[in-house]
């Protein structure tokens, strides 16, 4: 069903714009869960960060009138996300909370958090604020810029190799000097800003902010960045590859929307979708051990 659909979205210029388009927001979370990953950790409340961001300052905006300056409410937006990235980051390297129950407990803190500020859309934000999340190729460039710097600092820089060295073996690079706190807090840190560039992104996409904004957004995350090769256990893969998950996932929604499919049968499929990528990863990690151990004997 997705491979008769996928050459119906390439005879159409405008099918393939608005995919390009409608995966910048759920791109941005997929970055912000890889460099999670690659660091040996996971973050289960990229959403919900994205979403009260995003809601946080829209009420800055509206309600609360604190800010009316666009440029203000972009620093806004990305240090809600960074701040509340960085509190994952020091609950989970400074007081050894288990990643998983600490970004649990922020999904549903801040899942939540959004709704008790808001049940209400929020609209007539300023167009300068709109602007970035509400131009297609201004929004595409973002993520892709996003998507490079971040492979580039991760590629040749003595803090990428860290991240890599922590997500390969924490205690290993504890003990060749590395600052493997300041590693965790720095990668949960960004994940968080990241995850507000992608709440200003959805803003600017629906022009607006509804209460229950980026909901279902953390497992085609995991979804895409597994699917490019971003290891589970961390220390491995490309961010790139990423990217291309991305892609890919973004292709598959798209055929499906095209052929007619029913958005719970979509949702299905991307499990499944899942699944098998999770299965092929742990194929090849299990050959990938196979060899080294012949290689040893």
């Known amino acids: 069903m997705v491979f008769a659909a996928v050459p119906s979205v390439f005879t159409n210029f405008s099918t393939v714009q608005l995919m390009v388009y409608t995966m910048v927001p759920l791109g941005l979370v997929v970055l912000a869960e ?38 203000v409410g972009i620093l806004l937006i990305v240090a809600v996300g960074g701040f509340i990235g960085l509190l994952n980051g020091i ?35 300023p167009d300068g604020y709109l602007f970035v999340g509400g131009t297609i190729w201004v929004a595409v460039g973002v993520l892709i810029a996003s998507f490079l710097a971040v492979s580039v600092i991760f590629k040749y820089t003595n803090f990428g190799r860290a991240v890599y060295a922590v997500g390969s073996d924490k ?14 807090i720095a990668v949960y840190t960004m994940s968080g800003i990241f995850c507000g560039l992608a709440g200003l992104m959805l803003t600017g996409f629906i022009g607006g902010v509804p209460p229950d904004i980026a909901d279902d957004m953390v497992f085609p995350a995991f979804a895409a960045a597994i699917i490019g090769g971003i290891s589970l256990f961390g220390g ?43 299965l092929l990863y742990t194929t090849k990690a299990r050959l990938r051990q196979r060899i080294l151990s012949a290689e040893v004997a």
Request: proline share 3%; hydrophobic share 55%; with cysteine.
């Open 171 to 184: 205690e290993s690079a504890r003990e060749v000097g590395i600052n493997v706190d300041g590693v965790i």
């Open 34 to 71: 890889s460099v999670c990953l690659l660091s040996g950790h996971f973050d289960l409340s990229v959403g919900s960060i994205a979403g009260f961001s995003a809601v946080f300052t829209a009420m800055a905006f509206g309600s609360w009138g604190l800010i009316s300056n666009p440029f």
């Open 91 to 125: 609950f989970i390297a400074k007081f050894g909370v288990n990643p998983f129950l600490q970004t649990l407990a922020f999904l549903i803190i801040f899942g939540g958090g959004k709704l008790a500020l808001t049940t209400q859309p929020v609209f007539g934000l």
């Open 236 to 278: 491995r893969g490309k961010l790139m590859g990423a990217f291309g998950g991305l892609l890919l996932l973004s292709l598959i929604q798209t055929s499906l929307n095209v052929a007619g499919t029913d958005p719970t049968v979509i949702g299905v499929i991307e499990g499944v979708v899942l699944l098998i990528a999770i």
